[in-house]
């Protein structure tokens, strides 16, 4: 079980991770697992039947919006960032969740950098797999280090404009 | 103009806490430039031919007078003590040490000034019309709705990594001053049918190796739900924008391929479905913003000042500065100063940190402590008495900054090409330097009239050559610098790309050629007729004829 980074109340820390992330030729083993979004429309049902938690593996083609009806049953949605500059999984998760009403983990897996923890944490995401070493420590205290933020997101920090109302 | 408060200045100085600690780990090897590149680049920080660069924004061109003094302490202290104004009204310093860019930053952060989006592919450094708030042809001024957008973008979680950079213009006037069609997205306030106050949103515009006229996506939109539309655009692009190719990434290629109509469909979706009350601003906010650009501190004058008048019948080099670099303000007795950068000879843009402290002396004794930069390249004084606007005109004389060359010939707009910058291909400089000393002359500039030159190293088009009435590309053959010439560009509200003269010439041909399109301008001029207008005109022929007139 690899170690997973999860934000929970404006706070960083390290878990194991209980879910085996399965490529789409791999058997799935008992427990729970993440599989591709091509394999979760073919296998999705079968696998939700056996008593296990399921995850969707996301990439930025995948249309997600055909998840819809299924986010209720989905334990983890994975968004892939294949490159830390290819930023369209953080339009994926504000639709994930200020539109889709998708309240499970959201995971952001793939080239996960430090410098974008404020902005997955706004978007939505609370759970990391960062791919440069970062710890809970660390990925805290970049998702931190701004003490405003200008625009509503999908987080409940209060924006600028909010907060002027009270000055 | 706007003042940072403390939320605004708590945000300027995390992000200079941020990048001294990202610096700090560079220094000290802890991450490789590859992993550091970004986020330097997110910071302004850009490495060059010779050394970094930073790009310090001046968010629609707006400066206080202490601001100026601020840009100028920058310069004298941790550059060669000049800096370069740029097409995107940013400041450029060409000579910058990476251990000083910290406390470069620091400094800035003091003045409500920084280097925040200025590169990277995110929503960059707001653009709007140098005349807001002063130009009699304004419904409302676009700074205000600027600045609203300036703060919806700095560090928006959503749109930090988009497929390419972004750039947005505003305008409020019936006339386009802030070239808005060659923008990602373009913005004209106007009155709907019923007095309310909307916004026409055009998409897609942009120069570069393909160059686009941004198409109208949509007519009218009420003000109050700018930031909800501005989103589903951006949404659009972020998810759909090619990501494949680095030259088909603009959102410009993605309306084109899609064709406005259906990007419009897919904006007008993705806004349907938007919760419009979370990302919109309450009223309160508005006009918090508003107020900050209330006139404030303007006397009430006669319309005509007997000492303008006055100075310009004694003095003809005042004369002539008023009727070149002088242009009517909205409130009477008041003028517009323009301070054109483009002394023949100099590097378009440039100015010296000792002029920077004249302009800001002057902007706070003459002109309500405020300063423009235009995308000429150009400075304003935008509120100067006209009383007192021959004490003006000598200082700035004194201070080599009275050229009287506003939209003449030698105003030319050039980005830094080759001498500085990592893509260029050819040198833009010194051809901006030996065309402007040709037409030195001044009384040969006023009979050659309107005329906008622009240059670009490379087709990155910096220098907004498609839409130069005379458009000049840098290319590379074989290792030499190699120009090649278009004609009859606008960015203006008669917008239109240039069309390419014929094969590019070497450097030392370029200035001849211009010698003689203006030639045949002269020659086929019909009564007021500006470059422009012959060329659209007579088409392509005579003006080709006279140039490539040895190749036949």
């Keep these: ?167 | 103009m706007y003042r940072y408060d403390d939320i605004d200045k708590d945000m300027l100085a995390d992000r200079a806490a941020e990048f001294r600690a990202q610096c700090a780990r560079r220094l000290a090897g802890e991450i490789t430039e590859e992993q550091f590149k970004p986020v330097r680049l997110m910071n302004g920080l850009y490495l060059q031919l010779h050394a970094y660069m930073l790009r310090i924004a001046i968010p629609y061109g707006t400066l206080s007078s202490a601001q100026m003094r601020a840009l100028a302490h920058v310069a004298r202290t941790y550059d060669r003590g000049y800096g370069h104004f740029t097409t995107r009204t940013n400041l450029q310093l060409h000579w910058i040490k990476l251990r000083d860019a910290p406390d470069i930053l620091d400094y800035l952060a003091t003045a409500g000034l920084h280097a925040i989006q200025t590169s990277g592919n995110c929503i960059r450094n707001l653009t709007a019309d140098p005349l807001a708030g002063v130009a009699a042809d304004e419904v409302d001024d676009p700074r205000i709705w600027a600045e609203v957008i300036r703060q919806w973008s700095t560090f928006h979680p959503e749109f930090s990594y988009l497929p390419r950079k972004f750039k947005i213009a505003v305008t409020g006037a019936r006339e386009d001053r802030a070239a808005i069609r060659i923008y990602d997205i373009g913005l004209r306030l106007h009155r709907g049918e019923e007095g309310e106050l909307a916004f026409e949103v055009l998409a897609g515009g942009g120069l570069g190796r393909m160059p686009y006229l941004g198409p109208t996506i949509r007519r009218s939109l009420p003000v109050r739900h700018l930031l909800s539309y501005l989103q589903a655009i951006l949404r659009v692009y972020n998810r759909h924008g090619r990501r494949d190719n680095i030259h088909k990434a603009r959102i410009k290629i993605l309306v084109a391929s899609l064709g406005a109509e259906e990007f419009a469909r897919q904006v007008e979706e993705e806004w349907a479905k938007t919760d419009k009350a979370a990302v919109d601003l309450p009223d309160t906010e508005l006009a918090r913003v508003r107020a900050a650009f209330a006139p404030l501190g303007f006397q009430s004058l006669p319309r005509v000042s007997t000492v303008f008048e006055a100075a310009k019948s004694e003095d003809r080099a005042f004369a002539r500065f008023a009727r070149n670099n002088i242009i009517a303000h909205k409130t009477p007795g008041y003028a517009v100063v323009k301070i054109a950068l483009k002394t023949p000879g100099e590097t378009p843009g440039d100015c010296s940190a000792d002029q920077m402290d004249v302009v800001a002396g002057l902007a706070e004794r003459y002109s309500l402590d405020e300063v423009r930069v235009a995308y000429e390249q150009n400075l304003i004084l935008p509120h100067v008495r006209l009383d007192d606007a021959p004490a003006v005109y000598k200082a700035l004389a004194d201070a080599g900054l009275a050229t009287p060359n506003i939209d003449l010939i030698s105003d030319i707009i050039a980005c830094p090409g080759l001498d500085y910058c990592a893509l260029a291909n050819a040198r833009a400089i010194p051809i901006a330097q030996d065309i402007a000393r040709k037409f030195a002359e001044p009384d040969l500039a006023e009979t050659i009239g309107e005329l906008k030159i622009k240059i670009s190293g490379c087709i990155n088009a910096c220098g907004h050559h498609h839409v130069g009435h005379i458009g000049i590309l840098g290319v590379d053959k074989k290792g030499e610098e190699f120009y090649q010439l278009t004609l009859g560009g606008s960015g203006a509200d008669d917008a239109s790309i240039g069309q390419i003269l014929g094969p590019a010439l070497p450097a030392d041909r370029v200035t001849a050629a211009v010698d003689q399109l203006v030639g045949v301008y002269l020659r086929e001029r019909q009564g007021e007729e500006r470059f422009l207008d012959t060329f659209r005109r007579t088409g392509l022929h005579p003006f080709k004829e006279a140039v490539y007139v040895d190749a036949h």
């Design chain 1, 1 to 167: 079980m690899s170690t997973l980074i999860k934000w929970r109340d404006g706070a960083a820390s390290a878990y194991a991770d209980p879910f085996v992330s399965l490529a789409d030729d791999e058997l799935a083993p008992d427990g729970d697992v993440i599989v591709s979004f091509a394999r979760f429309q073919a296998e999705g049902d079968l696998l939700l039947g056996q008593h296990r938690r399921v995850g969707v593996r996301v990439c930025p083609d995948d249309p997600v919006e055909a998840l819809a009806y299924d986010l209720p049953r989905i334990a983890v949605v994975a968004l892939v960032f294949p490159k830390f500059r290819d930023g369209r999984a953080y339009s994926t998760a504000m639709v994930l969740r200020t539109r889709l009403g998708f309240t499970g983990e959201l995971r952001a897996v793939g080239e996960v950098l430090r410098e974008q923890a404020a902005f997955m944490i706004r978007c939505g995401f609370d759970a990391f797999e960062p791919a440069d070493g970062t710890d809970a420590d660390q990925w805290g205290r970049a998702a931190r280090r701004f003490r405003h933020v200008y625009q509503r997101a999908a987080d409940d920090r209060e924006p600028a404009f909010v907060a002027r109302l009270a000055r």
